[in-house]
């Protein structure tokens, strides 16, 4: 069996709420798009934290493209590891003074006054590819809104070409009507670059507009129902 990008098995991990986070078994399949909901902005950054293997469970396993976050050994194994997921969250640092395109640069290159070409025609590449406009790329983030908050730290997730994508209640700061667009742009993204995607998030329009699968976690036992399947 091909292993999956992401799984948790009867995973605990206390945080400081009224309950642990409960996940008693998830999986996700290698490209598929997956939204789940019932995690609220909390808990979700700890469900991120377990992803990533950034912080361990008290009790089960994590698994990341089949390898057990516990046997992650060192920092140099746990940056290279990382490097395959991308997150879209609102805890990602933007440079608002800074311009689209230096935002995006950042993953490439630290010398952003301004990015050296190769550098800024791949930043520009993002800002195409997640649905900026032209006229916006070289105005500072301050004088833009949040859909376009959003789409940069969208460009930014993507840009070292992860194989699982984490979104962390990504629309929250959306105007209502942006939510399905942005999710459009995510299913297309993830389907253009074979990317897995799991979205933590109480929006349903985003999850109608990019999921193949939408779960509900019961916080109680840990278990997650599916709400629904499309087929696209």
């Known amino acids: 069996m091909?292993?999956?990008?992401?799984?948790?098995?009867?995973?605990?991990?206390?945080?400081?709420?009224?309950?642990?986070?409960?996940?008693?078994?998830?999986?996700?399949?290698?490209?598929?798009?997956?939204?789940?909901?019932?995690?609220?902005?909390?808990?979700?950054?700890?469900?991120?934290?377990?992803?990533?293997?950034?912080?361990?469970?008290?009790?089960?396993?994590?698994?990341?493209f089949g390898r057990a976050t516990s046997s992650i050994t060192d920092s140099a194994d746990w940056l290279a590891t990382i490097d395959r997921v991308g997150t879209v969250s609102e805890r990602a640092v933007l440079l608002e003074r800074m311009s689209v395109v230096q935002n995006l640069a950042l993953p490439f290159t630290l010398d952003i006054e301004p990015p050296p070409g190769a550098d800024r025609a791949r930043a520009e590449a993002l800002a195409q590819e997640?649905?900026?406009?032209?006229?916006?790329?070289?105005?500072?983030?301050?004088?833009?809104?949040?859909?376009?908050?959003?789409?940069?730290?969208l460009g930014r997730a993507i840009a070292l070409d992860p194989a699982l994508l984490l979104l962390e209640h990504a629309t929250a700061r959306l105007a209502r009507e942006a939510a399905a667009p942005f999710g459009a742009a995510v299913r297309a993204i993830a389907e253009r670059r074979g990317a897995a995607v799991v979205a933590l998030t109480a929006d349903d329009a985003l999850a109608r507009a990019f999921a193949t699968r939408v779960l509900t976690l019961d916080p109680a036992t840990g278990r997650l129902k599916e709400r629904g399947r499309w087929f696209r």
């Open 2 to 64: 091909t292993p999956a990008a992401l799984e948790f098995a009867g995973v605990t991990k206390q945080y400081g709420g009224l309950r642990p986070l409960r996940i008693a078994e998830l999986r996700v399949a290698e490209r598929e798009l997956v939204a789940i909901a019932g995690l609220d902005q909390t808990t979700a950054e700890v469900f991120v934290n377990l992803a990533t293997g950034a912080t361990l469970p008290d009790a089960g396993e994590v698994r990341l």
């Open 130 to 153: 997640v649905g900026l406009s032209q006229t916006a790329w070289a105005r500072p983030l301050a004088e833009l809104d949040a859909n376009a908050a959003a789409r940069v730290r």
